[in-house]
T-cell receptor
């Protein structure tokens, strides 16, 4: 069965520093992988997704993620944090054997210090 | 622009009352979902539908029901509200399974 683990419920970085949010997944078949962002009092919105093809995926707002099959990871990065990046980030997985139901991780709240 | 509208956005109700949260999408998506979001648990799937007259239980479906009479709407009913159902509820939709999920703004429900 598919599952998602996000390492660290809270991550704090300084403005201008590297952002690294970790996500590991469990899947018996090639998965579809997603990162969603949730700003305060809003619903989630898609940041980026991996389905097939290039393993380095670029998303909105300068974020990117790399699918590493050997490590079953899909970590989210951004070279330089901005105050507006403060939000909660969710990794998600979807696979064929799960009927393509999307399973979400518990979320990582990103704090950006001035 | 297409969107998902949830109502009410905020509600306080008493234990034992029936509550219905409305969800209306203009994406014309076949798939619709209800999630609840709780601290430390992320999003958990309550019910989902792959089309009109189709409904399925998610991982936390006890105490909840849905019905799908048209493409646009998937109301969520709490049959007898309990304090454990105090949460933020998100309605969502997607064009096909495994595709991007689009979310509503959320409904904050407090059961006292």
């Amino acid at each position: 069965a598919q599952s998602v683990t996000q390492l660290g419920s809270h991550v704090s970085v300084s403005e201008g520093a590297l952002v690294l949010l970790r996500c590991n997944y469990s899947s018996s078949v090639p998965p579809y992988l997603f990162w969603y962002v949730q700003y305060p009092n809003q619903g989630l919105q898609l940041l980026l997704k991996y389905t097939t093809g290039a393993t380095l995926v670029k998303g909105i707002n300068g974020f990117e993620a790399e699918f590493k099959k050997s490590e079953t990871s899909f970590h989210l990065t951004k070279p330089s944090a901005h105050m507006s990046d403060a939000a909660e980030y969710f990794c998600a997985v979807s696979e064929a054997t799960g009927g393509f139901k999307t399973i979400f991780g518990a979320g990582t709240r990103l704090f950006v210090k001035a | 622009d297409a969107e998902i509208t949830q109502s009410p956005r905020h509600k306080i109700t008493e234990t034992g009352r029936q509550v219905t949260l409305a969800c209306h999408q203009t994406w014309n998506h076949n798939n619709m979902f209800w999630y609840r979001q709780d601290l430390g648990h992320g999003l958990r799937l309550i019910h989902y539908s792959y089309g009109v007259q189709d409904t399925n239980k998610g991982e936390v479906s006890d105490g909840y029901s849905v019905s799908r009479s048209n493409t646009e709407d998937l109301p969520l009913t709490l049959e007898s509200a309990a304090s454990s159902q105090t949460s933020v509820y998100f309605c969502a939709s997607s064009e096909t399974s495994g595709n991007t999920i689009y979310f509503g703004e959320g409904s904050w429900l407090t059961v006292v």
